[in-house]
């Protein structure tokens, strides 16, 4: 549920923009629903972020603003109960601020970017405040709200006014853009250093934090990133390709054109997304209905390569992904449950050709004893998705002598008898060590406090020290490395070290090799794009 304000101690800091007034909770001093670009409405609608025009007086800053339109169910999914609640609005490019003082202090910046499939999630989340890494790490924490859906990822084909740039598309993009040079020039003012900033996200968040390290105009902005669980593998459309998702999305809204689209309330918009995911749907494939475009002029390239390139060679790189992200999405689908070997085989060969999938089925069975065939598509797709694209990277950025760190979340839930496994988010509670933020998903089950003595289980809470710890360490100096873990070394061609986050905490060799061998490129030609039917 979004906060709302109940304090009595309150801070003041002022802005170019203007006078903002927080709240002090629990010892840290909170803004929150800071506008950082003008509201994206009417004509702006699929436009790059505009500066926004500041405000006169005293602006509360005390109350969560509303969230980005988004589909929203009452009582939420079964694995997360939900990734986003009223309030929504178009109205709702604004960021959260969380500091233990707003001083002169020049603190590490930690911008967080939510996830949610490119279609959910808000930075005002429970579960992403930033209260924790500011108390614990003595940091200054970012949390924003961007365009999702049709809003932040419809792809135009509108052209600027001449000499006008950034008219391509991913407004999405332009909203994080914007918001980046808002730390840049406000957050000394909260006590934060703007040349020791980091972006971590997770999943659609994690590609939107390659995409910025990668992006020329960020150059100086960004010093560290943190990738959890990014979904590289999705091969993502070039403009002419996604025209045909745009023209099918404007028969869903009952639109002829941008403009009459334009003047559709947002509601309608969101709704119309519905009949998109089921257009693009495919069997087997983690449903994607809007995605980043790489339009040349925006987006320029995948963002995974743009991690490769350029300025963004040099950035401190954290990456890694969940050892079941895939169950997240199918395994508790009946329909996947009952998938057979056959349907799973042929899944297979659009991967890795008819001739091979066989003897790849064979490979996952072996390493899963006991498997279903869910249980090997589940394996594959987080291969493909996830893992190996990420591995790749790993391997690419050490090779040109830009290691990384590399790390695999293993813990699995108790929760669903053990069907989700260590399954795609199940990290983020451990990352932010704020359970009682979390009280409401059901992934969690089976990890909530004990009732006995009121303890948390060892297992959990060291665990999420551990984690919260190493993330914290690496925002402030670029390396994870803490007392309470074991040695991490970065992820380099010959030893492939990769930190295993389990019930023990162990630092392996070539966690990833089975993986990173089967999907070896002369074997594989992955299409994980769903594309319309």
């Known amino acids: 549920m979004p906060h709302s304000p109940g304090q009595d101690q309150t801070t003041v800091v002022d802005l170019p923009a203007g006078r903002l ?34 405000w006169s007086g005293t602006r509360d800053a005390t109350a969560d603003g509303p969230s980005a339109p988004q ?3 009452e009582g939420g999914d079964p694995v997360l109960g939900g990734h986003g609640s009223p309030p929504f609005d178009e109205d709702c490019l604004t960021l959260n601020v969380w500091t233990p003082a707003a001083d002169g202090a020049r603190r590490p910046v930690l911008v967080w970017i939510h996830g949610g499939g490119f279609v959910s999630g ?20 970012v949390s924003i709200n961007y365009r999702i859906g049709p809003l932040g990822y419809l792809y135009t084909g509108e052209k600027g006014e001449e000499g006008e740039e950034g008219e391509g598309g991913n407004p999405w993009l332009s909203d994080q853009l914007a918001a980046l040079r808002w730390v840049k020039e406000n957050i000394a003012s909260f006590g934060g ?3 020791l900033v980091t972006v971590a996200g997770q999943s659609g968040g994690a590609v939107s934090t390659a995409a910025l390290a990668g992006h020329p105009e960020t150059q100086g902005l960004i010093r560290r990133v943190i990738l959890q669980s990014p979904p590289f593998g999705l091969d993502l459309p070039a403009p002419e390709a996604y025209l045909e998702r745009t023209a099918a999305y404007l028969e869903l809204a009952g639109a002829k054109d941008l403009a009459e689209l334009r003047t559709l309330p947002w509601q309608e918009l969101i709704g119309a997304a519905g009949g998109l995911f089921a257009r693009t749907m495919r069997w087997g494939y983690w449903p994607t209905p ?48 009952a998938a057979t070997r056959e349907q799973v085989t042929d899944r297979i060969a659009e991967t890795f050709g008819s001739e091979a999938a066989a003897e790849v089925y064979a490979a996952y069975e072996r390493a899963r004893p006991g498997a279903r065939p869910a249980d090997v598509l589940m394996d594959l797709i987080t291969d493909e998705l996830f893992r190996v694209p990420a591995v790749r990277l790993a391997e690419a950025r050490a ?26 988010c199940l990290e983020l509670p451990f990352v932010f060590d704020n359970f009682d933020q979390w009280a409401h998903a059901p992934f969690l089950a089976g990890l909530a406090p004990a009732v006995r003595d009121g303890l948390a289980p060892a297992v959990r809470d060291g665990l999420a020290y551990a984690m919260h710890r190493a993330w914290i360490s690496f925002v402030r100096t670029g390396d994870p ?53």
């Open 21 to 54: 007034r927080g709240a002090i909770e629990r010892g840290v001093a909170v803004f929150r629903a800071v506008p950082y670009a003008a509201p994206p409405v009417g004509d702006l609608r699929w436009r790059p972020a505009r500066p926004h025009a500041g």
């Open 71 to 73: 589909m929203y169910v």
């Open 122 to 141: 808000s930075g005002s989340l429970p579960g992403y405040s930033g209260e924790t890494f500011a108390r614990d790490g003595d940091l200054v924490v």
């Open 193 to 195: 250093d703007p040349d």
């Open 290 to 337: 809007f995605l980043p475009v790489v339009d040349g002029v925006t987006l320029r390239t995948h963002p995974a390569q743009a991690l490769l390139d350029g300025a963004a060679a040099g950035i401190d790189v954290m990456i890694g992904w969940t050892r079941e992200e895939a169950n997240f999405g199918f395994a508790l689908d009946e329909g996947y449950a």
């Open 399 to 424: 090779a040109a002598g830009n290691p990384v760190w590399a790390y695999q979340f293993d813990l699995p839930t108790p929760a669903y008898d053990g069907w989700l496994g260590a399954a795609h």
């Open 481 to 533: 490395n803490h007392p309470d873990l074991p040695h991490w070394q970065p992820y380099d061609t010959d030893r492939r070290t990769t930190m295993r986050f389990d019930s023990v905490v162990t630092a392996l060799d070539d966690l990833a090799g089975a993986s990173r061998l089967l999907h070896g490129p002369a074997r594989t030609s992955a299409h994980t794009t769903a594309p319309l039917t």
